[in-house]
C-alpha cells in the first residue's frame, strides 16, 4: 500500500495568472518546491482530480469551517483532513507542553482571502506554507510525546473527519417539505397570523387563561406577571416550570400547560423559523434545512449548532423531514452509549454482558441488580452524573457492588475533579482546569479565619466540580465513539457508486450521505435502491467504532435502524 500523501493547502491566491485547470498537474510539477499558485475553481478542480484518480491525501489546512465550503460549493470533496485549529483546541489542554495557538489559527469572520488552499501567499491574506507546516509538526510531534500517541492520533482524525461531516451536512442540506410544516403549524396553532400577531390557537388559551385567574390585562408571556397572577390565584408556586404546575389543583393548569407547549413551538420552530432556516428546493427536490454545525462545540467533545437548533429537532415537526423523490431515509439510533462507553474504558465484563442483547437497563434488571428497568435507569444515570439524593442513594450501592470497575472509574474521576484535577477521555480529551475563581474560593476555605460559610461553599464547588469530572470521562468517550461511527459511515459511504440517473446533480455527489447527527443518532439520505445496503454499512460502522476504541473487548452497541421516507416515520417503527 502506497503511503498517505500530505497535501498542505493555505489560501487561495488572488492572482490572475494562474495556469489553466488542464494543465494543473504538469504545473504542480514544475512550480518551486511543488507550489502552485491557484484561484479557488482551479484549486477545486485541481483536488478534485487527485481525490477522483484514487490519490491516498490527508489534506492539512488551518480550519476546516472556513476551507471546506468553498471546495464543496465548486463540487469538490475530500476523504481525509487534518484541521489544525480543532487539533490545536485538544493538543493545548492534553500536552505538558502546550504552545498558544498561531493568530491565523483564532476563529474569525470568513473571507476570500480567509485561510483555505495552496500556496504561497501574501502576509495580509493568511498565513504561508510555512507557517502551517511548523504548526502541523508542531502537533505532530506533540501527539508523538503523548502518554498514549496511537489514542490521541485517533482522536484528531475523528475530530477533523467531524468537520468534513459537519461542513458537508450544511452543504447538502436535510431534505425539508415547507408545506408540511406549515401544515403542522396551522393544525397545531391556527392559521399563520400577520407579523406581531399571536396565532389563533395561542389566543383562545390566552384569553382562557386570564379568565380563570381573573386577570383581564395579563400577558403569558411574561413570566413575572404571569408568576403573580398564580400566586394571586392561589396556587403555591415558585415558578411557572411544567414540574411544578403539573402539582396544582387548579382549573388553569391544563390550559396553562397547553399554551406554553405550543409557545415554545412558535419560538423554536414556527413560521419565522422555517423562513430562516429552510431553503426552497430546486430541480424536483425537497426543501433544505441548513444548520451551522459546531464539532467539538461542547467541552466534552460533543457537537453544539451555532444557528438553527438541529440538535433539538422536537418531534412535533419532524413530519416535515421527508426523503427526495426516489430517495429513502436511513434512520438509526444508538441504544444506552454513555454507560457501554463506561464498560469498555473500565474493561467491566459484567457491565457489558447487561448489554450485550440489546436493552443495557433491560440487562441491569435481568442480572437482579435492580427490580425494574426504570429503577435500573436512575441508578445508572446516577453514577453516571453523580446523583445521591432520593432513589439514586439507595440504588447506587447495588450498582458498585456489583459493577466495581465502572463504578470506580467514575467515582475515581469524581474525586480528581473535587481535588481541582483534570480528567481523560479514553482517546485523550482533556477536562480544563477549573479558573481563578474556584481556586480563590477553595483557598478561602483553607485560611485560619474561614467561617463555615466558606467551608460549604467550597464544599459545594468541589463537589460540582467532581461532578463535572465524573460526567466528562463518559460523556466525552461517547462523543468520540459517535465521531468514529459517523467517519466510518461516511468512508463506507464514498464508496458506493452513484446511480447514472443521481451522479453529479443530486446532494451528496448522488451518493447517499449523513444529513443528520444528534449525539447518538444519525441520518443518511440515499438514493432508494441502496438504502438496505445503507443499513448494514450504518451497522457495521457502529461495530467497527467499538472496535477501534476497545479493541475486542466484548462490547456490542445495538442500533435501532429505520428505512423511512419522513423522520416521524422512524419513531413510529420504534414504538
Known sequence: MAPTRTGVLVAASRSTGAPPADSLPQALATAPEGRLSLGWDQAAAWIGEQESAGQDIRWVWPDTAAVYPRLLAAGTRVGRCVDLRLCHAILHLATSDPWAPPPWLVPGPVADTAPTLLDDITPDAGPAVEDVLAEHQRQVAAVAAAEEPGRLRLLLAAESAGALIAAEMHADGLPWNRDRHDAILTAELGPRPPRGMRPERLEQLAARIRELLHAPGLNPDSQATLLRALRTAGLDVSSTA????????????????????????????GWSWLDTWVDHGSEGRADRFRTDYVPGGVVTGRWATSGGGALQIPKAVRGAVVADPGWRLVVADAAQVEPRALAGMAADLALA???????????????????????????MLSALYGGTAGEAGVLLPRLRRAYPLATGLVDHAAEVGERGGTVRTWLGRTSPP??????????????????????????????????????????????????????????????????????????????????????????????????????????????????????????????????????????????
Open 242 to 269: 411544567k414540574w411544578e404546575l403539573s402539582g396544582q389543583a387548579h382549573p388553569v393548569v391544563e390550559p396553562l400547560l397547553e399554551y406554553k407547549r405550543l409557545a415554545r413551538l412558535l419560538s423554536a420552530n
Open 353 to 379: 454482558r447487561a448489554g450485550q442483547h440489546g436493552d443495557l437497563y433491560a440487562g441491569l434488571v435481568a442480572s437482579g441488580v435492580v427490580d425494574t428497568r426504570d429503577r435500573a435507569k436512575v441508578g
Open 434 to 575: 477549573p479558573g481563578p475563581a474556584w481556586q480563590d474560593v477553595q483557598g478561602r476555605a483553607g485560611e485560619t479565619d474561614a467561617d463555615r460559610t466558606d467551608e460549604r461553599r467550597a464544599r459545594s464547588q468541589a463537589r460540582d466540580r467532581g461532578r463535572f469530572t465524573r460526567n466528562f470521562v463518559v460523556q466525552g468517550t461517547a462523543a468520540e465513539w459517535a465521531l468514529c461511527w459517523m467517519a466510518e459511515t461516511r468512508r463506507r459511504l464514498r464508496e458506493l457508486p452513484a446511480p447514472p440517473d443521481q451522479a453529479g446533480i443530486a446532494p451528496g455527489q448522488g451518493r447517499p450521505h449523513l444529513v443528520f447527527f444528534l449525539h447518538d443518532e444519525i441520518v443518511v439520505h440515499t438514493p432508494w435502491p441502496l438504502a438496505d445496503q445503507v443499513a448494514v454499512i450504518v451497522q457495521e460502522a457502529a461495530s467497527a467504532s467499538g472496535r477501534l476504541l476497545f479493541g475486542e473487548f466484548p462490547l456490542s452497541f445495538p442500533l435501532h435502524i429505520a428505512i423511512v421516507d419522513t423522520y416521524a416515520d422512524a419513531e413510529k417503527e420504534a414504538s
